[in-house]
């Protein structure tokens, strides 16, 4: 007789050293604050606060920890950023991008290069549609969905997720 545990796959929920989380999270919004005063285009292209929720939403698979992450990093990252938007935006978009990301972790084996590259693909453009519906409805603003530089955005965060995310992988406890 074949039991529903038998059938379900396990998922692991990795565990980090203390201070792991803060300090990722703190190098990503300081590299993301200053990098584009020495390369312009980092501000267009990158987006390592969100890679670092991403990373943590699918390796820890508690959708309350990743929300509550996804939005300290937004919020933070709307402090810090040198553009006249509003508070609340990033924070908004990471807290969504936070809990669906952890929601997708717990269901789903997030470990193979290949489904990183996706998932990291289709959130970006997640986080990006939470912030142009977010302006379009709270603000009053037009802004694009899609472009050129959305597209090579993506791929270059996806790309990046597929060096970054075994990098923080060593991090884990064992």
Do not use: C
Request: hydrophobic residues 50%; aromatic residues 10%; positive net charge.
């Amino acid at each position: 007789m074949v039991t529903r545990a038998d059938t379900e796959q396990h998922i692991e929920v990795h565990k980090f050293r203390a201070g792991v989380v803060v300090s990722v999270s703190a190098a990503a919004l300081i590299l993301q604050a200053f990098l584009p005063s020495y390369f312009p285009h980092a501000r267009d292209y990158l987006e390592l606060p969100l890679l670092v929720t991403l990373y943590f939403g699918l390796s820890r698979r508690n959708p309350s920890s990743g929300l509550l992450l996804g939005l300290v990093i937004g919020l933070v990252q709307d402090g810090l950023g040198k553009t006249l938007s509003p508070i609340g935006l990033y924070g908004i978009s990471k807290t969504l991008v936070g809990y669906a990301a952890s929601s997708v972790g717990a269901r789903l084996d997030v470990e193979h290069p290949i489904a990183r590259f996706l998932l990291t693909f289709a959130f970006f453009h997640f986080h990006h549609a939470v912030l142009v519906v977010t302006k379009q409805w709270l603000l009053a603003q037009q802004e694009p969905y899609a472009n050129l530089t959305l597209l090579i955005a993506s791929l270059v965060n996806a790309a990046l997720a597929i060096v970054l995310f075994p990098v923080l992988d060593r991090l884990r406890k064992t």
